[in-house]
């Protein structure tokens, strides 16, 4: 990933995109970013209305307690006039009252808006991941992205529900403050606005430090959410392996580096904020001195001494946050910016208006190139594939041929680079994407189970699926252990949930992809992990799904590819050949290679129906049955 334009040259420590531009104006960009967010706070414009006109009105009373101070002081107290004291005390109680229930309020009505703001915007963050294509999931970190959705969105939340409230009120504050400290009395006012400017120079130096080391910080955590995240799902790999305290000194690099730019944070932090609490405090004291001096002189009363004083003080905690505040403004734009790389990367995988009628499911790969981002040559080139309504092709080829990713064209995981790919004639660009993807179903090698129970992880594609269809899928699938865990088809699977081996994994994957009944069924290598005699099950339940559908097939083995009628050789990224098996065999000898391998090797030949003579009964026994249904194809899948 690219270079922070701000945070450091350092181009480890890089989140952005590749494509993503650098901004000419990072600060300006970072501002935009920000203020984009505001449109979240639309929702709560009477409620915003209400805390502001609150806000207001508790500085307003704040700044009139001192004024009846210094009043009190200089009439009832000068005068000694007990009588009039007491109207002027329960007035100043009375507005401390009113100022205390105000911000109690503010508080209130403050929270319930900023965290449904920060919920809105977690759900269109996650929203907006989902529709994101998988070349931006494979090119950004997970652990980017979590501590986007997570630490980024609170900070944000943090500073529109209280930093940007408080700015305003702040610089209100010390604009009238200041304004009332000159007209009680000038040179003392002069005093104090003079000792503001050591406050605001160092701040905005403080300022463009702070946003540097925040976005280190940012990013050097979600660097660090990645590793645990990795190693908490490579765990086992990590076990077998012994590699525990190569990961752990990994993640403790990872939290030093954390751990360095925080304290690096904090001493900023800290040398500034000692800065601020210096500053008004020996004003203050010079104030005291010259204030008494003035009175002294009679050219300041003692109450407006009093009201100076304490008007004063009113000053210290408004100028110290400031600084804070504006830190935590800047904290908030590097995350509106780190969110807004997220939300402003445009899905280039989008649907189009069209859907299929009576999908039949007829599929083309048409003069097919794919070239993944930044890849010097294409995977797959001019591939023409016709694979008909009903039909199962295998796709075989040797490992990182390719296959995968030819499948991955059919629902738009990937998007073709050139030529096309049709189902029923129409260009999978054009159908919508919940369209297109209810036509397709895929199983693939490497299932991924959810968090939650064996129905849902089932219904996944058909949530509306009957317990007929379940149970029917099930068995298709070979996947009746799911009667026999402990709460059936409720009990908790996945992640947290109840551990399965890796064969009844896939037997649930292709359960679940069988049931959402599609018209085109890939299966991507989806029974590598069953034992031959599971497998040999499966496949013969499947033939009879892959009749009413149309199949294509990753297969190594040899057993799998009697699941199709015919057999494509993905070979230097093109088609090279299609046919039936039989006929590859006897004619391919690259394809010869790839697979009398596995029929040599297969432990299970005998039982799967090979033996030696693999050839004679793959032509005897599955070819046979094969021809019966497929008489009216023409073998050569071949389109040119
Ligand atoms: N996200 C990616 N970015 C760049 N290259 C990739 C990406 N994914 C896969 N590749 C490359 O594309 C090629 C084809 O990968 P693919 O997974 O389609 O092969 P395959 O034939 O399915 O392999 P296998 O039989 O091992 O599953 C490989 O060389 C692989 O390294």
Redesign the pocket.
């Known amino acids: 990933m690219p270079p922070d334009t701000t945070a450091t040259d350092d181009p480890a420590s890089d989140t952005r995109q590749p494509h993503q531009h650098r901004p000419r104006h990072p600060h300006l960009a970072r501002m935009r970013s920000l203020w984009r967010m505001k449109s979240y706070l639309r929702p709560y414009t009477t409620r915003m209305t209400v805390i502001w006109v609150t806000s207001f009105a508790g500085i307003g009373i704040g700044i009139a307690i001192p004024l009846v101070s210094g009043a009190i002081v200089d009439g009832p107290v000068a005068r000694g006039d007990t009588g009039a004291l007491l109207p002027l005390a329960l007035l100043a109680l009375a507005l401390g009252v009113i100022e205390a229930l105000l911000v109690l309020v503010r508080r209130w009505l403050l929270a319930d808006a900023v965290l449904g703001v920060e919920t809105a915007i977690r759900d269109d963050l996650y929203r907006h991941l989902q529709r994101l294509p998988m070349s931006f999931h494979?090119a950004w970190q997970s652990g980017q992205l979590l501590s986007r959705v997570t630490t980024d969105l609170s900070v944000i939340r943090r500073f529109l529900g209280f930093g940007m409230l408080f700015l305003v009120l702040i610089t209100v504050q010390i604009a009238v403050v200041t304004v009332l400290l000159f007209q009680l009395y000038w040179p003392l006012g002069l005093l104090v606005t003079a000792s503001a400017v050591p406050i605001v120079i160092t701040s905005m130096r403080f300022e463009r430090g702070y946003i540097a080391i925040s976005r280190q910080v940012q990013d050097e955590q979600g660097d660090l959410a990645t590793v645990v995240e990795e190693s908490a799902g490579g765990i086992r790999t990590i076990k077998a392996f012994g590699r525990g305290g190569h990961v752990f000194s990994a993640f403790d690099g990872g939290a030093r580096k954390v751990y360095r730019s925080s304290m690096e944070k904090v001493g900023l932090s800290a040398r500034f904020f000692t800065f601020l609490e210096v500053v008004p405090n020996v004003t203050l004291a010079v104030v005291l001195l010259l204030g008494a001096l003035a009175v002294g002189a009679q050219s300041l009363s003692l109450g407006d001494l009093v009201a100076f004083t304490t008007l004063m003080l009113q000053l210290v905690w408004p100028i110290s946050s400031l600084g804070y505040i504006l830190a935590m403004g800047q904290e908030a734009m590097t995350a509106a910016d780190r969110v807004a790389e997220v939300l402003g990367t445009e899905p280039d995988i989008v649907g189009g208006p069209g859907a299929v009628e009576r999908p039949r499911g007829h599929l083309r790969f048409e003069g097919v190139e794919f070239r993944?981002p930044g890849?010097a040559e294409p995977?797959l080139r001019d591939v023409w594939l016709e694979v008909r309504p009903g039909e199962t092709v295998a796709v075989v080829?040797a490992?990182?041929?390719?296959?995968?990713?030819l499948t991955s064209l059919v629902p738009r995981l990937h998007d073709v680079t050139a030529g096309r790919v049709t189902i029923d004639g129409h260009d999978v660009r054009e159908l919508s994407l919940p369209a297109l993807r209810s036509m397709v179903a895929t199983a693939f090698e490497e299932p991924t189970l959810f968090s939650m129970s064996v129905r849902e992880n089932l219904t996944l594609g058909r949530p509306d699926a009957g317990e007929e269809e379940i149970e029917a899928a099930v068995e298709v699938a070979q996947a009746g252990f799911v009667h026999r865990l402990p709460w059936g088809l409720e009990t908790r699977i996945g992640e947290q949930g109840m551990s399965l081996s890796g064969g009844q994994r896939q037997r649930l994957a292709l359960a679940r992809a069988v049931l959402s009944r599609p018209n085109i069924l890939v299966l991507d290598?989806t029974l590598s992990a069953l034992d031959v005699e599971t497998e040999a099950l499966v496949e013969e339940a499947l033939r009879h799904v892959l009749r009413e559908a149309t199949g294509i097939v990753?297969a190594?083995r040899a057993s799998t590819v009697l699941l199709a009628d015919r057999v494509a050789l993905l070979l230097d990224g093109t088609i090279a050949h299609v046919g039936r098996h039989h006929e590859l065999m006897a004619t391919v000898p690259e394809y010869r290679a790839l697979l009398s391998a596995d029929l040599d090797d297969d432990p299970g030949g005998p039982k799967s129906g090979f033996d030696g003579d693999a050839d004679g009964d793959i032509d005897g026994d599955i070819d046979g049955d094969i021809d019966d249904g497929l008489d009216d194809l023409d073998t050569e899948g071949v389109l040119r």
Do not use: C, L, R
């Open positions: 494979g993944f890849a995977v080829g490992t990182g041929s390719g296959k995968t990713t290598d990753v190594h």
